[in-house]
């Protein structure tokens, strides 16, 4: 749904966010090899000064150089992006292995989930734009995903990318061609999406979108153990249900999206592969003693345990040794219903799952106590992926190398073992950055 005029005239946010990936000097001394990207920056923000009602003052975009000095660099990047109405990457073999580039994506990428959620319409807002062309093979899921034609900008940007159009003088057409397309492209996307602003991330704290260098998307579970509209407890309201249990939409109405589908979103945004299934549905819990194929997420409604054979289930489940399943209990604040049956709903959890809800970290606890909103679901999620995948990889199958020799470290079956790691990469230098050393200890 595209913004009406007088939105768009009292709208003085910034049109797009540039993220790229900072090059280092070569050679003690050198030139500034950014200084490339300020201009591509520079160009892009008169074009889109040009085609839009911006007020004299207001920014048209932002690049990490609009930092100013002694201003707090994580705040006013969580600020930006929160703000901010398209988010602009700029492809490079760099730019994927770099985890401050992951982070940038994964924070606005979040607010088009959130925008999807709410509303139940996707929110496309991302536009890529390529400085040193990447093979595809390089590209991780959340960017090989994304609907982008980038030959619209010319033959030429497909061949060298912006960098090698920037550089050489014979190209200079060809490069005022594509800044050109790139910023109607923008402004394009930010009239008609209108995606919302959200609050601000702990940008350091923030996740990477790439996952680990070199990898696929990672496996993962989803089981959604919730009724349906069918067969609810009496007298529950069945605004929060559907058709199938996947259906469930807990923090309806300020999500009309299902949970399971919005999981779904978030995961991918960290370059894992879900499935969704009902836990009803499932043919059977698997062997706990056998090896587990891959972590799962349980998205638990408390209302499902007013069903005897759903409560027997879950408490035979919850006996079995599976640390590798992660229990997340929505807790929808708005829910009136829920609210007054709390007591009642948590007396009856805590004795049917009592293991699941001991296990684990901090931030597996707390999802299993409660997760109130959709922004806090999506904020505690990392952490509760993180922890179901560590403990997949402590319970999976290992087997010795080939010709009975144990002659190096066992090897997972399935997933090799940094598909599920958390990799640091040593962040470029910004303004004001903190010093790789202090990033690593604020996400340990």
């Given amino acids: 749904m595209q913004a009406s005029p007088q939105a768009r005239a009292a709208d003085h946010r ?3 966010f540039l993220s790229y990936a900072h090059t280092p000097r070569y050679g003690a001394g050198g030139p500034d090899p950014d200084m490339w990207v300020e201009r591509l920056f520079r160009d892009l923000c008169g074009h889109v000064m040009a085609m839009t009602d911006l ?9 990490d150089r609009e930092i100013r000095s002694g201003e707090g660099w994580s705040e006013r990047l969580g600020e930006v992006l929160a703000t901010c109405r398209v988010f602009v990457p700029l492809f490079s073999p760099r730019y ?3 985890e401050m580039c992951g982070k940038e994506w994964y924070a606005f990428a979040t607010r088009a989930i959130y925008h999807h959620a709410k509303h139940n319409r996707p929110a496309e807002a991302i536009v890529p734009a390529l400085w040193v062309p990447v093979p595809p093979e390089q590209l991780p899921g959340p960017a090989e995903r994304l609907q982008f034609n980038h030959r619209d900008f010319g033959d030429r940007y497909v061949t060298d990318g912006l960098y090698g159009l920037i550089k050489l003088r014979v190209f200079a057409e060809e490069y005022e061609r594509a800044v050109y397309e790139l910023a109607k492209r ?3 996307v930010a009239d008609a999406v209108a995606i919302s602003p959200g609050r601000p991330v702990d940008y350091r704290a923030a996740p990477s979108a790439f996952g680990t260098p070199g990898r696929g998307p990672r496996p993962l ?7 349906t509209r069918h067969d609810l407890p009496e007298g529950r309201d069945p605004r929060f249900y559907g058709e199938m249990p996947q259906d469930w939409s807990p923090y309806h109405p300020d999500a009309a999206r299902p949970l399971a589908y919005v999981t779904e979103d978030l995961l991918r945004a960290l370059n894992y592969q879900a499935t969704v299934s ?3 549905h499932d043919t059977g819990p698997p062997d706990a003693k056998q090896p587990p194929g891959r972590p799962e997420i349980l998205l638990l409604d408390r209302w499902a345990l007013k069903d005897e054979e759903r409560r027997e289930r879950l408490a035979a489940f919850d006996a079995e040794h599976r640390p590798w399943v992660s229990v997340v209990v929505p807790r929808n604040q708005g829910d ?6 709390d007591a009642e709903l948590n007396e009856t959890l805590e004795r049917t799952m009592p293991v699941k809800m001991g296990q684990g970290r901090a931030a597996g606890r707390a999802a299993a106590r409660g997760v109130p909103s959709m922004e806090a679901f999506g904020q505690i999620l990392p952490q509760v992926v993180e922890a179901a995948a560590q403990q997949y990889l402590r319970h999976a199958a290992v087997y010795p190398p080939a010709g009975g020799r144990h002659t190096e470290r066992p090897r997972l079956r399935g997933p090799v073992p940094g598909e599920f790691t958390t990799t640091h990469v040593r962040p470029e230098t910004h303004h004001n950055a903190p010093d790789a050393e202090d990033l690593d200890d604020s996400q340990s």
């Fill in 221 to 227: 579970k989803v089981t959604v153990a919730a009724p």
């Fill in 14 to 16: 910034p049109y797009f």
């Fill in 96 to 98: 994927f292995v770099s």
């Fill in 55 to 63: 007020p004299a003052g207001a920014s048209a975009g932002f690049m």
């Fill in 336 to 341: 009136h219903q829920t609210r007054a049956a």
């Fill in 186 to 188: 923008i402004v394009s």
């Fill in 278 to 280: 009902s836990f009803d």
